[in-house]
């Protein structure tokens, strides 16, 4: 299987002063409908990865130091991100599970449906 926490546990972690990253893996146009601000954030389009490979991530991401949390739309590409990224090798890669709607349903709306 692979790590994950819930979207309240995300929230506890956007809350400190912890040091990790966000990863988004939607596509641009999802990010105008909903978005978490936060600097922590990284955007990376799961279509990007798939023709670019690891080379598409930050070397914040690939250096594997601080835990990566991996978030979509419903936590589906995001499962599938999470397990491609543990078998390329890195290390603290974390699903957030239920997505950026569960987070919008379950923590904050104000981050947008759609």
Known sequence: MFPEITVAELDEKL???????????????ELNYAKIADPR????????MAREGINSLS????????P????????????QV???LARQGLKNIINVSGG??????????SVGFY
């Open 82 to 84: 999470t397990m491609w």
């Open 68 to 79: 990566v949390y991996v978030m979509c739309h419903h936590g589906s590409r995001s499962v």
């Open 41 to 48: 954030l990284e955007a990376a389009p799961m279509s990007k």
């Open 100 to 109: 950026i709607n569960e987070y919008a349903r379950r923590v904050d709306s």
């Open 59 to 66: 070397e914040s991401i690939r250096a594997g130091q601080i």
């Open 15 to 29: 809350k400190s002063e912890e040091k990790f990253i966000l990863l988004d893996v939607r596509e641009p146009d």
